[in-house]
């Protein structure tokens, strides 16, 4: 069987899922197995399990985390990423993750304005971008929204200005991950092993990377333009406000829900997160409180590539 042991389980309740392909590094770290770990994040692994296990993810800036030796999955796309307990702990990791490395063609020298030396409590107003209403998405979990609303209301009391911004070209541009020639980097990836043993390949991915064998070079392209203007509007997006602030996941499911549509429900759990690498830029996932179940709550920061020290700090107070 391509899963021996089933899916990984929610650190807080077994019946719920643990949130993607580095589920297993969360779960480690909120069951005290570790004070840290490290996961990959391409369109959320390293923030989604955060928030469903109650711990803080930093999905840096492309590039600052060496990728060598680790399995690709998105070539152009991926980024190593951390668990950890708090902030400050997440920050001291950065410091040490965030080296050049020759041997990793996409690396990329971290500024100095994105060191450690920037790492401590802001005095200045944040402000912070929140999408508007109409924008949100809970896929039928009020809770959630509630528990949004209400962290929007502690942000104020902490003194944040926050602003409604137009989160569309976002929205846009995460659907193009697995509907567009994205999903032919997959395919690069596994392509040994899908055309000599598809059967050992996991049905549901097989179902996805399968498609990528439809894409033309011509449909990158177009995909790339449009992506292009994404990038552009994105830019526009943040230079009015210092982060945007959305949940890190519209809810939880449980493993029955998903191992019934694990497509759909997958892609529902992104719903926040699989725009981020596209657009070249970096998030942090926060917890932020609880469901009257017990089950953890969680929000994202967001911002620009080497940002990632900002959103610590914004973080951290």
């Given at each position: 069987?391509?899963?021996?042991?089933?899916?990984?389980?929610?650190?807080?309740?077994?019946?719920?899922?643990?949130?993607?392909?580095?589920?297993?590094?969360?779960?480690?770290?909120?069951?005290?197995?570790?004070?840290?770990?490290?996961?990959?994040?391409?369109?959320?692994?390293?923030?989604?399990?955060?928030?469903?296990?109650?711990?803080?993810?930093?999905?840096?800036?492309?590039?600052?985390?060496?990728?060598?030796?680790?399995?690709?999955?998105?070539?152009?796309?991926?980024?190593?990423?951390?668990?950890?307990?708090?902030?400050?702990?997440?920050?001291?990791?950065?410091?040490?993750?965030?080296?050049?490395?020759?041997?990793?063609?996409?690396?990329?020298?971290?500024?100095?304005?994105?060191?450690?030396?920037?790492?401590?409590?802001?005095?200045?107003?944040?402000?912070?971008?929140?999408?508007?209403?109409?924008?949100?998405?809970?896929?039928?979990?009020?809770?959630?929204?509630?528990?949004?609303?209400?962290?929007?209301?502690d942000w104020q009391k902490l003194g944040a200005e926050i602003t409604e911004v137009d989160i569309?070209?976002?929205?846009?541009?995460?659907?193009?991950?697995?509907?567009?020639?994205?999903?032919?980097?997959?395919?690069?990836?596994?392509?040994?092993?899908?055309?000599?043993?598809?059967?050992?390949?996991?049905?549901?991915?097989?179902?996805?990377?399968?498609?990528?064998?439809?894409?033309?070079?011509?449909?990158?392209?177009?995909?790339?333009?449009?992506?292009?203007?994404?990038?552009?509007?994105?830019?526009?997006?943040?230079?009015?406000?210092?982060?945007?602030?959305?949940?890190?996941?519209?809810?939880?499911?449980?493993?029955?829900?998903?191992?019934?549509?694990?497509?759909?429900?997958?892609?529902?759990?992104?719903?926040?997160?699989?725009?981020?690498?596209?657009?070249?830029?970096?998030?942090?996932?926060?917890?932020?409180?609880?469901?009257?179940?017990?089950?953890?709550?969680?929000?994202?920061?967001?911002?620009?590539?080497?940002?990632?020290?900002?959103?610590?700090?914004?973080?951290?107070?």
């Amino acid at each position: 069987s391509p899963e021996p042991w089933g899916p990984c389980r929610n650190a807080f309740d077994p019946e719920y899922i643990s949130g993607g392909s580095s589920s297993g590094s969360a779960v480690a770290v909120a069951l005290g197995l570790a004070t840290f770990s490290l996961g990959t994040d391409t369109a959320g692994s390293g923030r989604v399990p955060a928030m469903l296990n109650n711990l803080v993810g930093l999905k840096p800036s492309r590039g600052l985390f060496s990728m060598t030796g680790v399995l690709p999955a998105c070539r152009s796309l991926d980024c190593p990423s951390i668990f950890a307990l708090n902030t400050v702990d997440a920050q001291k990791l950065f410091t040490v993750m965030a080296q050049p490395d020759a041997a990793d063609a996409y690396s990329r020298k971290n500024p100095f304005a994105n060191s450690g030396r920037s790492f401590g409590d802001m005095q200045k107003t944040i402000k912070i971008g929140v999408p508007f209403a109409d924008q949100m998405q809970f896929f039928g979990e009020a809770e959630s929204a509630s528990l949004f609303d209400q962290l929007v209301l502690d942000w104020q009391k902490l003194g944040a200005e926050i602003t409604e911004v137009d989160i569309e070209p976002l929205l846009s541009a995460a659907r193009m991950l697995y509907e567009g020639p994205w999903v032919a980097e997959r395919y690069v990836a596994m392509q040994e092993i899908m055309e000599e043993s598809p059967e050992l390949v996991h049905p549901v991915v097989r179902g996805i990377v399968v498609g990528a064998t439809g894409k033309t070079a011509a449909d990158t392209y177009k995909a790339e333009y449009r992506m292009q203007a994404y990038r552009a509007q994105a830019k526009q997006l943040f230079e009015q406000v210092d982060c945007l602030l959305t949940p890190t996941a519209p809810r939880h499911y449980s493993v029955e829900e998903v191992l019934a549509d694990p497509v759909q429900l997958n892609s529902n759990m992104g719903f926040y997160t699989n725009y981020m690498n596209l657009l070249d830029l970096c998030g942090l996932a926060v917890p932020a409180g609880f469901y009257a179940s017990g089950l953890p709550f969680g929000y994202t920061l967001v911002a620009p590539a080497f940002k990632d020290t900002s959103l610590l700090n914004i973080a951290n107070r």
